[in-house]
C-alpha cells in the first residue's frame, strides 16, 4: 500500500513537472529544466550537507558560464556550482533560524570578525551605489560563497579526514583540466605563448586564473607527501600530480603566478627557520628605504626594458618588469591609475561594489591606453584584488580586506607552531602558502568573484581556521 502511494505521489509530480515544462519551452524558457536538480540538491542539503560542499567543490573546475550554453540570458552564473552554493546559503539561514546554527567558536574568530566587517562594508557601500543592481548581485554573490566555503565548510572541517576530501575533491577534477589545457596547447604548439590564453575555455576564462589557482595548490600538493607515511605507492602518485602541477604552471604563461610561488617559497623559509621578526622589519624598512632613494634609478631602468610577453619562456619571464612597451603591462597601469582616480573622487563609499568594470572607461587618460584598451571601458576589471576595492568600497574597503589577510596569516603563522601534531603543522602551514600565493598574485589580478578562486581562498582560510579551533592541541 506504501508503495502505491509512493508511486502514486511520483506519477502526479512527474506529471505537473512535464506540463509545467512543456509550457515554459513552448514559450522559450529554459530554466524548467533546473526544477528537479533544484529539488534533489535541496534534499541532499537538508540530510547530507557535506556532501553538498564536496560537490561545489569538486564541479568548481569543471563550471561553465551560463552564457556558454544560454548566449542571451540576463543572469550569467557559474553551472552547476553558484545555483548549489545559493541552496546553501538558503538552507544556513533555515538552520541559523531553527538554532541549528555553526559551532560558537567558528562565528567568534577573530578571522570571522574581519569577515563580518568587510561584508558590512561592502553591505554600506552597496546602499550609496552609482549602480544599486549591480552591488546588490555582487553582494549576494559574495555572500554565496563566503558562507558555504567558509562558515559552514569550517564546521565540517571538525573532521580531519573532510580537510583531505575538500582539498582533493578539486584537485582530482582539476587534472582533467590541465590534461585538456597541455592538449589544446601541444595542438598548435607548446611554446606558443598566445595559445595559452584561451587553451582551458570555456573552464576557464584565460591562463591567469588557471594559473592563480595551480599556484595556489602546488604548496598543499607538496604537503601532502611529507603527510602520507603508509602505502608506498601513494607518495609516487602525489609526486606525479605535484609534476604535473608543476608542468602546467610553466606553461601557464601566468607571471604573476611564477612570481607568488617564489615568494611563497621564501615566506615558508622565514616561517620554518624562525627568522627573528625585528630581522625581518630591519630588512624590510631597509628596502623600502632604498627602493625610495633610488626610485629614479629604478624606473629609468625598468622603462628601458622592452622585452615584451614572448612564447620564449626567458624572455617571457624578463618582459616582467617590462613597463615600457609590454601591452599586458601597460594596461594594467591604465587599469590601476583609473581605479585610483575613481578613488580619488569618491575616497570614503566608492562608487559601489561590482562597478569598477561599468564605470572606469571615463577616467583612462589618453597616454596610459594601450592597444588593447577599449574607449567604452568595456576590457574587465581593476586586475588587482587591493586597488580594485578602493573604487568600489574606498579606502576601508580595502583595508577591510587586507584585515582579513593579516588574521589569517596570524592565524596560519600562530597554528603552525602551537599544533603538537605534525599532520596538522603541515596542512595549516601549506595552506597557509596557498593562500600566500593568491594574497601575491592579488596584486596583479583579481578572481574572487569566480567559484574556480573562491573555492581555494575561503576554504583555505577555513582550513586555518578549523586547525586553530579544533585541532590544534
Same mark, same amino acid.
Given at each position: /500500500?506504501?508503495?502505491?502511494?509512493?508511486?502514486?505521489?511520483?506519477?502526479?509530480?512527474?506529471?505537473?513537472?512535464?506540463?509545467?515544462?512543456?509550457?515554459?519551452?513552448?514559450?522559450?524558457?529554459?530554466?524548467?529544466?533546473?526544477?528537479?536538480?533544484?529539488?534533489?540538491?535541496?534534499?541532499?542539503?537538508?540530510?547530507?550537507?557535506?556532501?553538498?560542499?564536496?560537490?561545489?567543490?569538486?564541479?568548481?573546475?569543471?563550471?561553465?558560464?551560463?552564457?556558454?550554453?544560454?548566449?542571451?540570458?540576463?543572469?550569467?552564473?557559474?553551472?552547476?556550482?553558484?545555483?548549489?552554493?545559493?541552496?546553501?546559503?538558503?538552507?544556513?539561514?533555515?538552520?541559523?533560524?531553527? !538554532?541549528?546554527?555553526?559551532?560558537?567558536?567558528?562565528?567568534?574568530?577573530?578571522?570571522?570578525?574581519?569577515?563580518?566587517?568587510?561584508?558590512?562594508?561592502?553591505?554600506?557601500?552597496?546602499?550609496?551605489?552609482?549602480?544599486?543592481?549591480?552591488?546588490?548581485?555582487?553582494?549576494?554573490?559574495?555572500?554565496?560563497?563566503?558562507?558555504?566555503?567558509?562558515?559552514?565548510?569550517?564546521?565540517?572541517?571538525?573532521?580531519?579526514?573532510?580537510?583531505?576530501?575538500?582539498?582533493?575533491?578539486?584537485?582530482?577534477?582539476?587534472?582533467?583540466?590541465?590534461?585538456?589545457?597541455?592538449?589544446?596547447?601541444?595542438?598548435?604548439?607548446?611554446?606558443?605563448?598566445?595559445?595559452?590564453?584561451?587553451? /582551458?575555455?570555456?573552464?576557464?576564462?584565460?591562463?591567469?586564473?588557471? $594559473?592563480?589557482?595551480?599556484?595556489?595548490?602546488?604548496?598543499?600538493?607538496? !604537503?601532502?607527501?611529507?603527510?602520507?607515511?603508509?602505502?608506498?605507492?601513494?607518495?609516487?602518485?602525489?609526486?606525479?600530480?605535484?609534476?604535473?602541477?608543476?608542468?602546467?604552471?610553466?606553461?601557464?604563461?601566468?607571471?604573476?603566478?611564477?612570481?607568488?610561488?617564489?615568494?611563497?617559497?621564501?615566506?615558508?623559509?622565514?616561517?620554518?627557520?624562525?627568522?627573528?621578526?625585528?630581522?625581518?622589519?630591519?630588512?624590510?624598512?631597509?628596502?623600502?628605504?632604498?627602493?625610495?632613494?633610488?626610485?629614479?634609478?629604478?624606473?629609468?631602468?625598468?622603462?628601458?626594458?622592452?622585452?615584451?610577453?614572448?612564447?620564449?619562456?626567458?624572455?617571457?619571464?624578463?618582459?616582467?618588469?617590462?613597463?615600457?612597451?609590454?601591452?599586458?603591462?601597460?594596461?594594467?597601469?591604465?587599469?590601476?591609475?583609473?581605479?585610483?582616480? /575613481?578613488?580619488?573622487?569618491?575616497?570614503?563609499? $566608492?562608487?559601489?561594489? !561590482?562597478?569598477?568594470?561599468?564605470?572606469?572607461?571615463?577616467?583612462?587618460?589618453?597616454?596610459?591606453?594601450?592597444?588593447?584598451?577599449?574607449?567604452?571601458?568595456?576590457?574587465?576589471?581593476?586586475?588587482?584584488?587591493?586597488?580594485?576595492?578602493?573604487?568600489?568600497?574606498?579606502?576601508? $574597503?580595502?583595508?577591510?580586506?587586507? !584585515?582579513?589577510?593579516?588574521?589569517?596569516?596570524?592565524?596560519?603563522?600562530?597554528?603552525?607552531?602551537?599544533?603538537?601534531?605534525?599532520?596538522?603543522?603541515?596542512?595549516?602551514?601549506?595552506?597557509?602558502?596557498?593562500?600566500?600565493?593568491?594574497?601575491?598574485?592579488?596584486?596583479?589580478?583579481?578572481?574572487?568573484?569566480?567559484?574556480?578562486?573562491?573555492?581555494?581562498?575561503?576554504?583555505?582560510?577555513?582550513?586555518?581556521?578549523?586547525?586553530?579551533?579544533?585541532?590544534?592541541?
Amino acid at each position: /500500500m506504501e508503495i502505491l502511494k509512493t508511486n502514486k505521489f511520483l506519477f502526479i509530480f512527474s506529471s505537473v513537472f512535464i506540463f509545467l515544462n512543456s509550457a515554459l519551452l513552448y514559450f522559450n524558457i529554459y530554466y524548467g529544466i533546473l526544477i528537479p536538480f533544484i529539488l534533489l540538491t535541496v534534499w541532499i542539503g537538508i540530510f547530507k550537507q557535506e556532501l553538498l560542499i564536496l560537490a561545489v567543490v569538486f564541479f568548481s573546475p569543471l563550471s561553465f558560464l551560463l552564457s556558454e550554453i544560454l548566449p542571451n540570458t540576463t543572469v550569467d552564473i557559474s553551472i552547476p556550482t553558484e545555483p548549489i552554493l545559493a541552496v546553501l546559503v538558503f538552507l544556513f539561514v533555515l538552520k541559523t533560524m531553527t !538554532g541549528q546554527g555553526i559551532h560558537k567558536k567558528i562565528l567568534i574568530h577573530p578571522v570571522s570578525i574581519a569577515i563580518y566587517i568587510n561584508l558590512l562594508w561592502l553591505f554600506i557601500t552597496t546602499l550609496s551605489s552609482s549602480l544599486p543592481i549591480v552591488s546588490v548581485k555582487f553582494l549576494i554573490a559574495r555572500l554565496w560563497f563566503v558562507v558555504p566555503l567558509y562558515f559552514i565548510s569550517a564546521h565540517f572541517f571538525k573532521d580531519s579526514l573532510f580537510i583531505k576530501k575538500y582539498i582533493w575533491a578539486y584537485i582530482i577534477p582539476f587534472l582533467f583540466i590541465i590534461f585538456y589545457t597541455l592538449t589544446n596547447l601541444i595542438s598548435v604548439g607548446l611554446f606558443i605563448k598566445n595559445a595559452a590564453h584561451g587553451a /582551458m575555455q570555456p573552464f576557464f576564462n584565460d591562463h591567469t586564473s588557471y $594559473g592563480a589557482v595551480i599556484a595556489m595548490y602546488i604548496p598543499v600538493i607538496t !604537503g601532502f607527501i611529507f603527510i602520507i607515511k603508509r602505502k608506498s605507492y601513494v607518495k609516487p602518485t602525489i609526486l606525479l600530480i605535484l609534476l604535473i602541477f608543476s608542468f602546467a604552471l610553466v606553461f601557464s604563461y601566468t607571471r604573476a603566478a611564477w612570481i607568488s610561488i617564489i615568494i611563497s617559497l621564501f615566506i615558508f623559509i622565514v616561517v620554518y627557520l624562525k627568522i627573528d621578526r625585528r630581522i625581518l622589519i630591519f630588512f624590510s624598512i631597509l628596502t623600502v628605504s632604498l627602493f625610495f632613494v633610488f626610485q629614479f634609478e629604478i624606473t629609468d631602468r625598468l622603462s628601458k626594458n622592452r622585452q615584451d610577453s614572448s612564447q620564449d619562456l626567458s624572455e617571457h619571464v624578463n618582459s616582467i618588469s617590462n613597463i615600457a612597451t609590454d601591452a599586458s603591462n601597460l594596461e594594467r597601469i591604465n587599469r590601476w591609475n583609473s581605479a585610483l582616480k /575613481m578613488f580619488e573622487e569618491r575616497p570614503l563609499l $566608492g562608487f559601489g561594489p !561590482g562597478t569598477y568594470t561599468f564605470q572606469y572607461a571615463p577616467y583612462q587618460m589618453s597616454y596610459d591606453k594601450t592597444i588593447i584598451s577599449t574607449n567604452f571601458g568595456d576590457g574587465g576589471n581593476a586586475h588587482s584584488e587591493y586597488i580594485g576595492p578602493l573604487a568600489e568600497s574606498g579606502i576601508l $574597503g580595502t583595508l577591510s580586506f587586507i !584585515g582579513i589577510i593579516i588574521m589569517t596569516i596570524i592565524t596560519g603563522v600562530k597554528v603552525y607552531y602551537n599544533s603538537r601534531k605534525q599532520e596538522y603543522k603541515i596542512l595549516s602551514i601549506t595552506a597557509l602558502l596557498g593562500l600566500i600565493s593568491y594574497y601575491i598574485h592579488g596584486f596583479l589580478n583579481n578572481f574572487l568573484d569566480t567559484d574556480k578562486a573562491s573555492v581555494p581562498f575561503w576554504g583555505f582560510t577555513a582550513i586555518i581556521v578549523a586547525i586553530d579551533i579544533f585541532h590544534k592541541e
